[in-house]
C-alpha cells in the first residue's frame, strides 16, 4: 500500500464511519451544524461506579495544557460540556491544565459554597485528576530510578499535598485554599512503570501501618476517600474524593499486578494506553485490561492517537505547544476508526482524548469529530473488522508509535510453576502467563510428555495460583504447564517433578 494512498475499510457501514471526500473528517448530517443537533452522547456504566460515563471524555493535555499563543483552552471545556460529555480529564504534572478547567468551572458555576453554585451539574460530571507521588507522607527515601515521586506542587505532603492542590486549583484560589464541599470524584496512581512503585503505593496496606514512619499513597488516599483519619493526615475527617484508580501506559505486568495486589476494595478505575498498535506491543489488551474487566474495574483508554504519533507528532513525549496536533486526521488515517478501535475494545468504558482546536466548521472540529467518533456500541465491530483497522497503524511510523509502551512480548509459559506432593497425588500449581498477540486459550497439563487434561484460561484477579492435582502419581513422574493461545501456539513450562 502507497503511503499517500487512503486507508479503505471493507466494512458493511464504512459510509458511515468515514469520509471518503474530506482528509481525515468523519461523515456528519449535511445540514447546517448547531450544538443543539447533536445526537444525546452514547453512555456505558462505569464498571462497578454507580455511574454512567460518555464514551468520549476530555483529556486534559493537547491545548488545555501546552497552550498555543492563539487558543484558548477554556472555550474548550465549555464546548465539551455543551455537548454533553461528562468524563473530565486531569492531572497535577499538567502544568496550567486544572488551573484552565477551574476557570471553566467559575463560567459553569461548579464552584461550592457561591450563591450560583449548580450542585446538579457538579454531580453530572465525573472528574479524575491525578499524582505521580506514590508515597502518603513526607517521611520517604530518597528517590530513585523506579520510584518516582514527582510533584508541581510541595512533597513535605506526599500524595495528600496533589490531592489538595487539585481541588485548590480547580474549585478555590490556586494558593492551597478550596471551598467547603469540593471534591473530585477520583484520583489515580499516575505513569506507574514498575514493579518497586507498587510495593510503595500499598506499603501501609499490605504491611502495618505506622502513622510515624513510611506508608504509600494508597492508605493515605483512603482516609481521603473514607473520611477516616488512620494515617493521622486527616484531622479534619474530610472527604475529598470518591474513588482512588491507577494509570499506566508503559508495563503490561506492573499493571496486572496493581489489579492482583488490591484485596482491600481500593482501586475502582486504569486508565491505560490502548490504540491499533497496541498489538504490535506487549500489549495491554490481552493481559491487563481482561484483569480490570473480570473485577469489573471501570476502564479508561488513552493514546488513542498515541499522543500524536500517528500525525505530525515524533513518536516522543510531548512538551511544548508545537506537539500539539491540531488536525482532524488526515486522508490516509482518518481519526475515527482509531476511536472506534479503542472503544470496542472488550472492557473499554471511556476514552479521554486531548484536543488541540475547536472550531465552528464541524469538519475542522477535533472535538465534534471525535464526538461523532465515539457514538459505538463496544461490541460494534467484529475481530476480522478490527483486524483491518489495525492496518492503518503501519501508515504511522511504519508502526513504530507507541514509544511509551515495553516492545513485543511473545506468548510465555505460565509463571511460578510449583509442584507438591502428598501421598499419590501431585499438585501442580501456577500463575498466569502472558499474552502474546492473541489472546490466551487453556493450559495444557502434561504428565512424563503427555497430555492429561488441560483447564481454560481465566484472568486471575488475585495473585492466588491456578492448581491441577495428577492422582497416582509415582516416584520419578515430571510435570509441565503449557499455555495455549486462541491460534494453537504454545510455550511450556520446564518440567518439574515433586
Not at 97 to 106: L, M, V
Not at 128 to 135: D, E, G, L, Y
Not at 405 to 431: C, F
Request: aromatic share 8%.
Amino acid at each position: 500500500m502507497k503511503q499517500d494512498e487512503p486507508y479503505k475499510l471493507n466494512r458493511r457501514n464504512f459510509i458511515r464511519l468515514s469520509a471518503a471526500t474530506t482528509a481525515g473528517a468523519s461523515l456528519l448530517p449535511l445540514d447546517s451544524f448547531a450544538l443543539d443537533k447533536l445526537p444525546a452522547p452514547m453512555k456505558r456504566k462505569f464498571g462497578k461506579i454507580d455511574f454512567e460515563v460518555t464514551t468520549l471524555g476530555l483529556g486534559g493535555q493537547a491545548s488545555i495544557q501546552w497552550t498555543p499563543e492563539d487558543v484558548d483552552p477554556v472555550p474548550i471545556i465549555l464546548k465539551a460540556f455543551q455537548m454533553g460529555i461528562n468524563y473530565y480529564d486531569t492531572s497535577n504534572l499538567y502544568g496550567p491544565s486544572q488551573t484552565n478547567f477551574g476557570k471553566a468551572f467559575r463560567k459553569l458555576n461548579l464552584i461550592p459554597g457561591e450563591e450560583s453554585y449548580d450542585e446538579k451539574l457538579r454531580k453530572s460530571i465525573f472528574l479524575t485528576t491525578k499524582t505521580h507521588i506514590r508515597w502518603g507522607n513526607n517521611k520517604f527515601p530518597a528517590d530513585t530510578d523506579t520510584v518516582r515521586n514527582w510533584t508541581n506542587g510541595d512533597h513535605g505532603m506526599g500524595a495528600i499535598g496533589d490531592l489538595k492542590r487539585s481541588l485548590s486549583q480547580l474549585f478555590g484560589d490556586g494558593q492551597g485554599n478550596y471551598p467547603e464541599g469540593a471534591y473530585v470524584d477520583m484520583i489515580l496512581a499516575h505513569n506507574l512503570n514498575f514493579m518497586e512503585e507498587v510495593d510503595v503505593l500499598f506499603k501501609g496496606l499490605e504491611t502495618p501501618l505506622d502513622p510515624d514512619g513510611e506508608f504509600g499513597a494508597f492508605v493515605a488516599l483512603r482516609d481521603y476517600r473514607d473520611g477516616t483519619n488512620l494515617t493521622g493526615l486527616n484531622p479534619k475527617h474530610e472527604k475529598l474524593v470518591k474513588h482512588i484508580g491507577f494509570s499506566g501506559h508503559y508495563s503490561a505486568p506492573v499493571m496486572m499486578e496493581m489489579i492482583q495486589r488490591d484485596r482491600f476494595d481500593l482501586l475502582d478505575a486504569m486508565l491505560i494506553a490502548i490504540n491499533v498498535n497496541d498489538r504490535r506491543m506487549f500489549n495491554m489488551q490481552y493481559n491487563a485490561i481482561p484483569l480490570a474487566k473480570a473485577k469489573n474495574m471501570g476502564i479508561i483508554a488513552m493514546k488513542v492517537f498515541a499522543d500524536g504519533a500517528m500525525y505530525d507528532k515524533d513518536a516522543k513525549w510531548s512538551n511544548v505547544p508545537a506537539d500539539v496536533v491540531r488536525r482532524v486526521g488526515t486522508k490516509a488515517i482518518p481519526s475515527r476508526p482509531l476511536v472506534e478501535y479503542s472503544l470496542t475494545t472488550p472492557g473499554v468504558h471511556t476514552a479521554i482524548i486531548g484536543i488541540g482546536q475547536i472550531d465552528d466548521d464541524p469538519m475542522k472540529c477535533q472535538l465534534v469529530q471525535n464526538f461523532y467518533a465515539a457514538q459505538i456500541g463496544p461490541d460494534e465491530l467484529s475481530e476480522t473488522e478490527r483486524r483491518e483497522l489495525e492496518e492503518l497503524g503501519l501508515k504511522a511510523k511504519d508502526g513504530k508509535t507507541n514509544y511509551f509502551q515495553i516492545e513485543k512480548h511473545e506468548l510465555s509459559a505460565p509463571n511460578d510453576v510449583r509442584v507438591e506432593k502428598a501421598g499419590t497425588v501431585a499438585e501442580v500449581s501456577w500463575r498466569m502467563a502472558f499474552a502474546g498477540d492473541e489472546p490466551l486459550s487453556h493450559y495444557e497439563l502434561l504428565k512424563n510428555g503427555q497430555k492429561v487434561s488441560e483447564l481454560e484460561h481465566k484472568p486471575l484477579v488475585t495473585k492466588d495460583k491456578m492448581i491441577y492435582r495428577f492422582p497416582d502419581s509415582q516416584p520419578g513422574d515430571h510435570f509441565q504447564v503449557v499455555a495455549v493461545d486462541r491460534i494453537g501456539r504454545k510455550a511450556s513450562s520446564e518440567s518439574l517433578t515433586a
